[in-house]
């Protein structure tokens, strides 16, 4: 890892050096924190067995009522968060919690970068179907030197953004008065990661550092940047940082605020969701067709920074977007694994060209600099080079 020492990504430091492909679907033991049991089947494998054949959905979706019945108000006032984009997935939650389960959701939105044209009617789409909805738009100037910074620090020029998707409607939830905040899925469950929350109806805060953030909080990322002369003290005060960061946990627990996943009470399947999602609240797929990377055309279409946090996921980690995509399927039963690896050897790692330049102005790099930067992110157990070309040294099979 001596070229990419410097980067302070806890993930990349645990990184299995022997590359093995789960027998079963076709994610990789590069995926931070999944594993592989003795039959060599990933953990996101072993758990949707558990939900097509263990986990009693009729029980859980009891549980999700009598929560509801716990903290519906009975004065129409707002009793749950939804953090929601207008995708397709968090339409679906906000949706169903409203005309299933007769809850009074307030959603809540961390504003992409840079919206897509397909995003932002997604989003207005969604509010026009029936929901109140408040954005959080932070501090352009920092949002974009912090995007700049984790670009270099991480390697992933979102985790700006996946802080305030994270911890915006927290702060909303203390300002409403409202104690339940709804995610959708419990991402290291449903695509492999760390299990030991896959049983629970939610994930403590103190864990959000390392499973969300890289075991990077945003003080780190500005103190990476000041030494490193990328960011100012003039850049920043402390009140631009609030949405960053999650508000004090005494707070929460004082004020009786919980996080639920849905996907802990209702099955959780992201092409269904797409078709709830269109026909109840008018959701629109990619109308460019598909996704870079993918052969897929709903999911994560909001920002034209996607497929930067894709690739760089691909050259991170030999994981591109179409492998994501494909071992979900799998599991859920609307591919054969050759199907996938057969998409994965066409579309995984293809490259972001379509908003390219928009997102070097943005962040504030050249194409030398994007590329250089790319590069020291190539693991040398990941990659070679071959007719001075990179190649990943192991692809699924």
Wanted: glycine share 8%; with cysteine; charged share 25%.
């Amino acid at each position: 890892m001596d070229k990419i020492r410097d980067t302070i990504d806890s993930q990349l430091h645990n990184q299995p050096r022997e590359v093995r492909f789960c027998r079963s679907c076709v994610m990789s033991n590069q995926r931070p924190r999944i594993t592989f049991d003795e039959h060599g089947v990933c953990s996101a494998c072993r758990f949707a067995q558990e939900k097509q054949h263990r986990i009693v959905w009729g029980d859980r979706e009891e549980e999700l009522r009598r929560l509801c019945d716990q903290y519906r108000r009975s004065d129409g006032r707002y009793d749950v968060i939804v953090p929601c984009s207008g995708g397709k997935d968090s339409t679906m939650v906000a949706h169903k919690l409203k005309h299933v389960f007769r809850m009074h959701p307030l959603t809540v939105t961390w504003a992409p970068f840079m919206y897509t044209d397909i995003g932002r009617i997604n989003y207005e789409n969604f509010v026009l179907s029936g929901f109140t909805n408040i954005k959080g738009s932070p501090n352009g100037h920092l949002h974009r030197k912090l995007a700049r910074v984790a670009f270099e620090a991480v390697g992933d020029v979102f985790l700006p953004f996946i802080y305030g998707q994270m911890c915006f409607a927290f702060h909303v939830a203390l300002q409403h008065d409202i104690q339940l905040v709804f995610f959708g899925e419990n991402g290291e469950a449903e695509y492999g990661g760390a299990s030991k929350h896959n049983y629970s109806s939610s994930m403590p805060l103190e864990d959000w550092a390392e499973v969300y953030f890289k075991g990077v909080t945003v003080h780190d990322l500005i103190q990476w940047g000041q030494q490193r002369g990328l960011l100012s003290d003039g850049d920043q005060s402390p009140s631009d940082l609030t949405f960053y960061q999650p508000p004090e946990i005494s707070a929460l627990r004082g004020r009786g605020v919980q996080m639920h996943w849905f996907s802990y009470y209702q099955k959780w399947v992201p092409q269904e969701n797409y078709y709830y999602a269109t026909e109840h609240a008018g959701f629109q797929a990619n109308s460019e067709g598909r996704s870079e990377g993918t052969y897929s055309k709903y999911a994560s279409l909001d920002d034209k920074l996607d497929g930067w946090h894709y690739y760089l996921a691909f050259i991170k980690f030999g994981v591109g977007r179409c492998t994501s995509d494909a071992a979900h399927e799998v599991r859920d039963g609307h591919l054969t694994r050759e199907e996938a690896v057969n998409l994965i050897r066409r579309f995984d790692g293809e490259f972001p060209s379509h908003h390219f330049q928009k997102c070097l102005e943005y962040v504030g790099i050249s194409d030398q600099e994007f590329h250089r930067i790319v590069d020291l992110y190539r693991s040398p157990h990941l990659w070679e080079r071959v007719n001075s070309k990179w190649s990943l040294r192991n692809q699924v099979s």
